[in-house]
């Protein structure tokens, strides 16, 4: 038995580490409608994603010219992400971009999703932190097509744990929804990246990584620390810096990009906990990082207003926990 940290209950490390790296089937394909299953089927994946792409483009650049609606959103997540700084022509700029980024990333996400590119630089910052013998927290935001990007790992067949919320181990619905989930779940099993429940997952991710493993963390969500990022008062969680000074991991930054219909994975140099005074310093240099990557390319990071994100206490000024901005 590992011993607790404070405010935990007593935690069986060796039970919890055989259930995560239990390999699970992943769901079925749900049957659906004739023409959802059209919209869902591995055929989709003989279409050249160059062609793939530039659709997606144009129909995100037709959103824009053509839906009131949607612009007015677009425009809306522009200005939550980028605040009140930049003019109404760059601000109209970044909210067409971003209705192009989203229809690109669900196009994306029925392709192949090869290995993405990489600078030499970047895979020897990952073959860095991988020799070390330490465990290793990939650390990004929901930026770019983080699906194909995420395969950056996987593919240099290194296990990856991460962690989903509850929706994502519901039984898949038998709409397109549903067909998307049980895609991603095979996918992610495919690949060797295994989803944990994120209800209780802290101390599992951090046996793991005392154990040498790589952990995947999203470093863009809500929590308790209130963090100077995007130029306004954020409410993010410490996850990612206070597992690494728990277990001596490594944290490894990575962004996501693409460049046309090719997807590219950049790593950083490896952060080391013991080079920081202590978990809040770790937390600081990391918010530093990825504010430089989403405000130099804004339009590609998820609307932060989204469901199980800051939902309603995103704004221009401030995000604050959703739970926080209930009346």
């Known amino acids: 038995m ?96 971003h209705l192009v980024e989203v229809e690109v990333e669900r196009a994306l996400f029925w392709q192949r999703w090869a290995r993405p590119r990489e600078s030499a630089e970047s895979h020897a910052n990952l073959e860095q932190a991988r020799a070390s013998a330490r465990g290793v927290i990939v650390s990004c935001a929901h930026q770019g097509p983080t699906g194909p990007g995420h395969a950056a790992m996987t593919s240099q067949r290194y296990t990856t744990y991460s962690t989903s919320a509850p929706w994502f181990f519901e039984r898949p619905s038998h709409d397109h929804w549903g067909r998307r989930l049980a895609r991603w779940h095979r996918r992610l099993y495919a690949r060797n990246q295994r989803p944990l429940p994120s209800l209780g997952a802290f101390p599992v991710l951090r046996a793991m990584l005392a154990e040498g493993e790589m952990v995947l963390i999203q470093f863009d969500m809500p929590g308790s620390r209130q963090t100077r990022f995007l130029g306004k008062p954020v409410m993010l969680t410490m996850g990612t810096s206070r597992l690494a000074f728990q277990s001596d991991a490594l944290v490894l930054p990575m962004l996501n990009y693409r460049v046309a219909h090719r997807v590219w994975a950049d790593f950083m140099a490896p952060l080391d906990p013991r080079e920081f005074a202590d978990e809040h310093a770790m937390h600081e240099a990391l918010a530093v990082i990825h504010e430089r990557w989403i405000l130099a390319a804004p339009a590609t990071l998820e609307d932060p207003r989204r469901e199980g994100a800051w939902e309603s206490g995103a704004t221009p000024e401030a995000w604050s926990r959703p739970d926080a901005a209930q009346p």
């Open 2 to 97: 590992q011993p607790a940290a404070p405010g935990e209950s007593l935690f069986d490390a060796e039970a919890a580490l055989a259930e995560a790296r239990h390999r699970p089937t992943p769901p079925a394909m749900p049957p659906a409608s004739l023409s959802v299953r059209l919209k869902t089927s591995r055929l989709r994946e003989l279409i050249p994603t160059r062609f793939v792409v530039r659709r997606a483009e144009r129909r995100g650049r037709a959103l824009w010219r053509e839906s009131a609606a949607a612009r007015e959103d677009a425009l809306a997540v522009i200005g939550t992400i980028v605040g009140e700084g930049r003019s109404p022509a760059e601000l109209a700029e970044l909210a067409e971009q």
